[in-house]
């Protein structure tokens, strides 16, 4: 199938009035591409061309997840592994020149240019051209389903997909949404749950996006992790990450490393977590809690039920198993 071939539905009545309503920035509605009506915005059906049809490389490294499931704690392991884990880069350069995030330019309808500000690129425009250009081996970050990415699928590169528990998901999704300019989510908890449960947030649906990574976990060039197995045992996870690159290193370069992704850590380190430009993001709300079971906090007894069957009606037909 070509990206032309992709059937493309606008989203429109009641719910673009909705979607109007809790996303004012906006300054267009949404689609839904696909068999599986992956929701993105309407930008991505001018631009998206160039993300389907990306030339992958052999050495390339993707990290691709829903968003808000570990992604920039697993971007920032991968890439000290995959690079002798050289700390001083890491320290020197930000995150997001080392490990560019593909679509943000295709998704992101920007009203703000960030193109001078270090360590950012103009997500006006570039974002593809600009992970295009880089030199290999090349880290790249998505959080597009893997339907959408045909050509990493059929390549023989490295792809870590990250899940995390839909619960706690929802709701660093929601506090993320409401602190970004670009998105300035205006509704409720429960709305944006009810959204997301009915795929109406971008890059849903949830299941579909993480069953499609579940299906080709057994592929040699393939990692799928938990985000809570990465948060319960670091340590014995970035081990298997070493060995997926083949590396070897000692105790004490994996230990240097749990230390330097612990919360705690990670949520001070300028290079992952840096002050946005023109208030596009608190630089306290990129990386958030990053805890398990969160989702206590914010759950009403009704969302926990909607939830519930939610979860058991989309996990009756697989052998995926969120960890406890």
């Known amino acids: 199938m070509s990206f032309k071939d992709l059937k493309v539905e606008c989203v429109e009545g009641e719910l673009a009035t909705e979607l109007s309503n809790w996303y004012p920035l906006q300054k267009r509605s949404f689609v839904k591409v696909g068999k599986k009506k992956w929701f993105l915005p309407y930008k991505y059906v001018e631009t998206g061309d160039k993300i389907y049809n990306f030339e992958v490389r052999p050495d390339d490294t993707w990290v691709v997840t829903y968003p808000r499931s570990g992604t920039t704690m697993t971007q920032e392991l991968v890439w000290l592994v995959a690079n002798e884990m050289n700390f001083d880069e890491a320290q020197r350069r930000y995150l997001l020149e080392r490990f560019p995030f593909l679509e943000i330019g295709a998704i992101l309808d920007g009203h703000i240019s960030t193109k001078d500000v270090p360590g950012r690129i103009n997500t006006e425009k570039d974002s593809v051209e600009f992970v295009r ?177 939610w979860i058991s009606d989309n996990l009756k037909d697989t052998d995926l198993i969120f960890p406890c």
């Open 133 to 309: 250009e880089q030199p290999s081996p090349r880290f790249i970050k998505s959080h597009m389903p893997l339907e959408l990415l045909p050509t990493v699928v059929n390549s023989t590169c490295k792809i870590i997909y990250v899940a995390r528990n839909p619960r706690d998901t929802v709701v660093s999704w929601y506090y993320f949404q409401k602190n970004l300019v670009h998105f300035q989510y205006q509704g409720t908890f429960e709305e944006f749950c009810n959204s997301f449960m009915n795929d109406h947030t971008v890059w849903s649906p949830y299941w579909e996006h993480v069953k499609e990574a579940w299906a080709m976990r057994h592929r040699a060039n393939m990692m799928f992790l938990f985000y809570e197995d990465l948060i319960r045992d670091l340590s014995g996870n970035i081990k298997k990450i070493v060995a997926f690159f083949d590396k070897t290193y000692s105790d004490e370069q994996i230990a240097k490393l749990v230390e330097h992704l612990k919360i705690e850590n990670f949520r001070k380190n300028p290079m992952v977590n840096q002050p946005s430009p023109d208030n596009v993001m608190q630089s306290d709300m990129f990386i958030r809690q990053g805890i398990i079971g969160g989702w206590k906090e914010m759950f009403t007894p009704e969302i926990e039920n909607k939830f519930s069957k």
